[in-house]
């Protein structure tokens, strides 16, 4: 049993998609999202919280796993090529997530929204999770039947599209310059957030990890008419439509929180809210360097926020650095499980730091790499690559949040111990398995392409 609770906490972990560390209300957003601040002000505001990758695939898998994604080859989004034939892109199925652990610890499991770790079917959420609803791809159409065959969206084994090509309906009378005329109430956020609250209602008596990685604010930037209505006069129409997205988000956070309410969970739950990465392009990050892509800290800092009722004092703020890898070793710990050392697990459970009672740091140092980015951060400082490592700038982030000041020169034996630093842990990594560089050698063929499991005839294992 968890030392912390005296039954097993439940965990609702919401992730955003590409949302700007300014994009939420309680850091200073043009948009109200009053559901995403009351998780910060009911629990502890996170703010040096980092993922592991400015993009969505190989941030997703370092969470789901605890472990630096680069360490079983996870480098870049799947794409179509390899390092050999043989190379099966995603989380591999002997490599446990966050799922298959809590399972082994009586927890019934939920996701609903985005995954994008890989398509064999052995690796779809249907087969590492209890309860699935959602898509597997980079991105989907806020409408699923707009997607492409390859692309449905799932309801467990069985595809949920009914695709407006099957039905002869242009998309051009469904959507006009991102906004939504008709069929608003299949609204893919709106789903989420109705199956993510039925999952929690359906499973109140009995521990369970209720995952919700919605797509938005990820593009297609699209967004109903009803919604969007609210945000017209803003003369940027992709931000309005963005802002309209984002109220739709947080409006169907606010179902899963009203879900926990309404079945007395509140208590007995441990919720976390962040995004993937930082913001795309129509998408504040401010005071942050950077976007999406980038190795600023407006690519890698993220809104992030914890809440514990009655075990985590509400209103609090923790400014030591933490990262998404914290996540796993914390719910197993919580659920009164133990992290074993053959998990190879890089995070660290983060709950004696952020109640107060460990007032050391949780890390030493923070490491990044994707592509010929680099970046490490010890302590206050940051050193950061974009040339692969031929030259590195030294920020304090400390006092120097916007990475505006580089120290370089000022501190050059701190940044050559830093920099060898991540050698060293870069030396340990599995080499890239697959991505979108031609240098990595094979290309396959089929990338792209429906799957068997596409076929709505065809019986999943």
């Known amino acids: 049993m968890s030392t912390y609770a005296a039954r097993q906490p439940n965990f609702v972990l919401i992730m955003a998609d590409d949302l700007g560390y300014s994009d939420v209300g309680y850091q200073g957003s043009d948009v109200p999202t009053p559901n995403i601040d009351s998780i910060a002000a009911g629990g502890v505001r996170i703010t040096d919280g980092y993922v592991t990758c400015p993009v969505c695939a190989p941030s997703r898998a370092g969470m789901l796993t605890g472990r630096y994604q680069q360490s079983f080859g996870f480098w870049d989004n799947t794409g179509p090529y390899r390092l050999n034939k043989d190379v099966e892109p995603g989380v591999p199925t002997d490599l446990a997530i966050i799922s298959e652990r809590l399972k082994e610890l009586g927890y019934t499991t ?20 209890d309860d699935y609803y959602g898509f597997n791809n980079g991105a989907s159409n806020f409408l699923g039947d707009m997607n492409r065959k390859h692309n449905p969206i799932f309801r467990n084994k069985t595809i949920d599209s009914n695709f407006y090509e099957d039905r002869g309906i242009n998309k051009n009378t469904v959507i006009k310059k991102g906004v939504i ?26 521990p369970f990890l209720c995952y ?16 969007f209505a609210k945000y017209a006069d803003q003369p940027d129409h992709k931000r309005a439509l963005v802002m309209a997205m984002l109220d739709s988000m947080d409006a169907n ?22 995004s993937d990465n930082g913001g795309h392009e129509a998408s504040p990050n401010d005071p942050l360097r950077g976007k999406k892509g980038t190795f600023w800290e407006g690519g890698l800092r993220v809104p992030f926020c914890i809440q514990w009722e009655g075990k985590l004092a509400p209103g609090s703020i923790y400014t030591k650095p933490i990262i998404s890898l914290d996540i796993m ?27 107060g009672r460990n007032l050391e740091a949780p890390h030493e140092v923070l490491y990044w790499v994707w592509g010929p980015r680099k970046a ?35 501190h050059p034996e701190k940044l050559e111990n830093m920099t060898q630093q991540h050698a060293k842990w870069e030396s340990t990594l599995m080499p890239q398995q697959w991505g979108w560089n031609s240098k990595l050698g094979t290309k396959d063929p089929n990338f792209g392409k429906p799957e068997p499991y596409h076929d709505p005839k065809y019986r999943i294992k």
Do not use: C
């Open 212 to 227: 919700v990685p919605f797509n938005a604010i990820h593009g297609p930037f699209q967004a109903t008419k009803e919604t």
């Open 376 to 410: 490490i951060r010890m302590g206050d400082y940051k050193a950061v690559s974009m040339n692969n490592g031929k030259n590195f700038e030294l920020y304090n982030l400390a006092q120097d949040i916007s990475e505006s000041t580089d120290l370089s020169r000022q």
């Open 253 to 274: 956070i606010g179902k899963v929180l009203k879900a926990l309410k309404d079945n007395q969970l509140m208590h007995d739950t441990i919720i976390i809210f962040l």
């Open 110 to 129: 939920g996701l609903f929204g985005k995954t994008h770790d890989g398509t064999a079917e052995a690796m779809m959420p249907f087969n590492r999770w």
């Open 329 to 355: 070793p914390t719910m197993i710990e919580a659920a009164g499980g133990t992290v074993k050392a053959d998990w190879k697990l890089d995070g660290v459970n983060i709950l004696p730091y952020i109640s």
């Open 181 to 206: 005329q008709r069929d608003s109430e299949n609204y893919l956020t709106d789903q989420l957030g109705d199956h993510a609250a039925r999952f929690i209602s359906e499973n109140k008596d009995r």
